[in-house]
């Protein structure tokens, strides 16, 4: 499925032009493999961000970048007074990632600011275009570390986090990267203001109900198990009987199907919950076809809108493992360390003026739950009216293949300049 | 569980002490990491050998090696025309295997040699050492590759099988350390003769029954995937709602299961079987915790006496991965290619004329089957009369924890020792 994006009828054709830019010019970065790959705080993270600060100069905004080192572009409004609506949205990737996630939302930004700039519009409140850092935790196993950084809710012990691949602390890569560790740590956060993210859905709901985009009215938590290890007993794969085996493999098989079966169970009963073992690891050198598997690495993601549904998730988890324990003698799990992410509720009120809108346009997208954890879910914990928009897309997310057609974030992009163009804001 | 071998009262004091003085000597080498590791056709390998002809030549045998690059070294008989008796094992190792898999068999042909020599008794036969090249198949998918090349087995196709770790060709990685393949190709292999391997047990029936040492009547031969792949769906950990996903770790999580399920099954009609995933990966750069896995790697080892268990076992696996295609839409399994070894019954003359020289010793060793495969199975295949003498051991097998007492093994060396003396032979 190709999308060959046409300018749609009425509406103001720079927005288009604008998306389509800002996606090639910055998807013109990636380390290589398929797909495409910006590590947190990388070089190519922050050559990613320099073009959006050329973009931002280009249109009058002034720029500058936080101790966290998130790029903030401003557009002043009429009336200073007001709470500023921060827009944006991260420009790193998860390994061999797609081409819109995060990408989407800060050209939607720059589209926006590009359109008021066309139609002479002055917005009532001061509009920021916000391009965070490090918001796949894929690579420090910390959630949104630049918006928490940018609301004042990174922590001196998240910068001690190590990247996976480099090994390095947060707060070297962060310095490397134009930050300030330091001082972000002394700084005081901007106080809580508006924020509003444009993001393909990474889900299949918008494209089964043919419906362009969605407002999202809260984000998922996670509750994470990133290095995992089940410690089985190596044998002879040839000589080693069923019986007295502790085969690492088969107890793994074990707790992801009992898993699966429980997750089942959640989602019967209504509650919102995703099971996900999305990284999986016998193969080592110590592994061969010729050894029943004597350890085992995984992690697991669980996620909910409820934390009280992530605390039973995990509690089952503990059962089942006590059970497989107890039914394999020689098989032990070491879960490692859990990280949690909180469920974010978002602003009723931020809906109601997208809606607004999208209303002026005859649309009227669904109401909608992040299953993704975003920047917006940070500057919701931090007290931010926040809202995402959520723009169709298939072929999954965090791929290659990641598939959004730029018409639909276009149309999304208009019905938000037309709530700005028309009042005050939420 | 250690041991401080001691002399056995009675028994030829030079047995133990060549025994453990060539382990030492041989486990010297290892490519670092925990346990030993020499890969197959390895300078490492060929640096073991070169201390068993170091060893051979000080016992004053004739040393040669075949276009294989095996090592064997000949201790003339008294009877040129009785069918010699070969003795050995291997030196190659798997990754970060144990100190006794192949290692005990060749110093055990060193010391049955050098307790002759002290007693000063020429056998009936020629009595000959062989130390074959390429036993563990987990460096190149072939099976036995230096016993099929000194029995005219090695076919010109198995020369162009790639070392895993090297991505080279199994002619190149012969030709480097000593061998020919080109000449063994056109060779003519001696006529079949007699073959004797020590070896350990690779699992637990002696060590449970206390029996020091076993006389295997049988081996177990293979049905390999050694390169099996699951293709799934990539996808949002978060945003993926159960019932669309295609995740390759809960579909492999389904056949191993099943497959365990199958083996039991197979075990309660009295089939011999073993079923094993020794190796997964869902682990690429592509898989990331916040992912749904889009592919799964694996390898599946099936071993059996009896050819059609495990073709029922490989009917089985195949209808379970119908089974799953049909239940799971999206997911889709690629076996890659087929490897087999096939079983082998071993010599009942050659088991007899053992258990003779065990029964003057006072001993009565259990007769029992190998689980894994040896050289012994190459040579037999070959029509060599041949006969494995298990030794018990712990801590299973292919891991740097395998346990063997030295002790157990001088014992079973001294019985053959009394049978070789004793007459002129099976």
New interface residues.
């Given amino acids: 499925m190709t999308f060959c994006a046409e300018p749609v009828p009425g509406l103001n054709p720079v927005i288009l032009t604008t998306i389509e830019r800002v996606l090639t010019r910055v998807n013109a970065l990636s380390q290589g ?3 495409w ?1 910006r590590p947190s705080y990388s070089p190519l993270e922050s050559a990613a961000h320099a073009i959006i600060e050329e973009e931002a100069l280009a249109l009058g905004m002034e720029v500058r970048r936080d101790h966290g080192g998130n790029l903030i572009a401003r557009l002043p409004g009429r009336d200073p007074e007001l709470p500023p609506i921060w827009c944006g949205s991260h420009l790193d990737t ?3 990632g797609g081409a819109y996630d995060g990408q989407a939302g800060v050209a939607a930004a720059l589209a926006l600011v590009t359109a008021l700039r066309s139609t002479g519009v002055t917005p009532a409140a001061d509009f920021v275009i916000v391009v965070t850092r490090a918001e ?3 690579w420090f196993p910390v959630s949104y570390i630049g918006s928490r950084a940018a609301t004042g809710q990174l922590l001196a012990a998240d910068l001690e986090a190590r990247r996976v691949d480099t090994g390095r602390r947060l707060a070297d890569h962060m310095r490397e990267e134009g930050g300030d560790p330091e001082a972000l740590m002394a700084a005081t956060p901007p106080a809580p203001a508006r924020f509003l993210e444009f993001h393909i ?5 918008l494209d089964s109900t043919a419906e362009p985009f969605g407002i999202v009215t809260a984000i ?1 938590g ?1 509750l ?1 198990y ?1 290095a995992a290890r089940l410690h089985g ?10 019986d ?1 085996r502790a ?1 690492a ?2 107890a ?3 707790l ?2 009992a898993m ?1 079966r429980i ?2 169970d959640f ?1 019967a009963k209504g509650a919102d919950l ?10 080592s ?10 350890e ?2 995984f ?1 697991l ?1 669980l ?1 909910s809108e409820d934390v009280s549904v992530l605390d039973a998730a995990d509690a089952a988890l503990k059962a089942e493992i006590a059970r497989i324990e107890g039914a394999r003698p020689g098989i032990r799990f070491d879960l490692g360390q859990q990280s949690r992410s909180r469920p974010a509720q978002l602003s009723e009120s931020m809906a109601e003026w997208v809606a607004g809108g999208a209303a002026r346009l005859g649309l009227n997208p669904p109401r909608m739950l ?4 975003h920047d917006a879910a940070a500057f919701a914990t931090a007290g931010w009216e926040s809202v995402m928009v959520f723009i169709r897309n298939w072929n ?4 290659p ?1 990641e598939g959004m057609n730029p018409a639909d974030l276009a149309l999304a992009v208009e019905a938000v300049c037309t709530a700005l163009s028309g009042n005050a804001g939420p």
């Fill in positions: 493999g398929p797909g790959t998860v390994a061999e796949e935790s894929v859905e990474q889900g299949p709901m998922r996670g994470r990133r007993v190596w044998a002879h794969s040839g000589g080693a009987p069923r007295g085969d493999v088969v793994f098989a074990d992801v199907l699966d997750w089942e989602l995703t099971v996900t073992f999305g990284r999986v690891s016998a193969a050198p110590a592994h061969a076809m010729a050894k029943v598997a004597g085992l690495d992690c993601d996620r992040s299953g993704g954890g999954g997310s965090h791929c293949d």
